[in-house]
């Protein structure tokens, strides 16, 4: 159950992290990587999801996905396939 797994991390790094905001998209955010992370192989988001999924949560590593931020970096992994 990879789905619940991601999901439940990601609402748990907001918690355990104080400082950051919690805004009211962050559901829906949680709930597109919590379904794309295990079954996708790319997934582009924001800012702060990646940052949460790569560096905080190392889903990427775990679950073998490139995970962008921005156009650019999507365009050169678009490129490499």
Known sequence: MPSVVIKSG???AIRW???RQYKGNDLHDFGHASAALFYC???A???GLRHLVND???YDQKYAVTVVDNASALLQEI???
Request: proline share 0%; net charge neutral; hydrophobic share 30%.
């Open 45 to 47: 988001t924001d800012s």
């Open 56 to 58: 905080d949560l190392k």
């Open 10 to 12: 990601l609402y748990a």
């Open 79 to 81: 490129r490499q396939i």
């Open 17 to 19: 992290n104080r400082g």
């Open 41 to 43: 192989d790319y997934f």
